[in-house]
């Protein structure tokens, strides 16, 4: 970061670890609070500048947000990243559709503690501040093949074909190839032909932004700017 060749260019350091004292690809047996020591020794070397870390959004009972000591490890963090997105995906092959990114819980979700107010609320409840915590949004969606059910909780083949995966596309794509045709859990979903899909629009990420405001949250962040359109539609409503 101090390299004069790229003075200015970065502000601190982000860490992406999925997951710590849990199983992402591979599984980590660290303890609960070698997470915290990490954070701790960025803090150290990095002093004033950011350090941030992208975290896990499981609430659910027993999830990973338990399986480390996120409270302690705040204190050396400017913000913590939950990605609030990914919930549920096209890896659960023949369903039930549901939307990758949901603000709330609805009746009829697959698993309880996978939605936005479900992690914050969590995190919070472990004594992390809200003026330390992002939401996360997704630029993207995720969807199905073979899904006869236009609400969610259908069953389906496969996943839907994507530009660079299966499973996956981008919202600059989608909102033309499969405009969304409901909302549910406070994010949009779409179904056409035999495809479903679910995203953010520009209407849905102005009610969790509204909702990020009323619980104090620092602000949020996303993944990743290329899924936008090319006017910004997205970026646009976050600010």
Known sequence: LNDSRWKGLFDGIDIDWEYPNACGLSCDTSGPNAFGNLM?????????????????ADA???GKLE???YRTAAQYVDWYLPMTYDYFGAWDTKGPTAPHSPLSSYQGIP??????????????????PSSKLLY?????????????????????????????????????????RCPATGKVGGTAYAHCGNQWWSYDTPETIGAKGDWAAQQGLAGAFFWELSGDTSDGELIKAIR
Do not use: C, H
């Open 40 to 56: 701790k020794a960025l803090r150290a070397k990095f002093g004033d500048k950011l350090v941030t870390a992208a975290i896990t």
């Open 60 to 62: 659910s009972p027993g």
């Open 67 to 69: 399986a480390t000591d």
């Open 111 to 128: 698993k309880e503690g996978f939605n936005t107010q479900a992690t914050i609320a969590k995190l919070k409840s472990m004594g992390v």
């Open 136 to 176: 996360g949004l997704g630029f993207y969606g995720r969807g199905w093949s073979g899904v006869t059910q236009s609400a969610p909780g259908g069953t389906a083949t496969g996943p839907a074909p994507g530009t660079y995966e299966q499973g996956i596309e981008d919202y600059k794509v989608l909102k033309a």
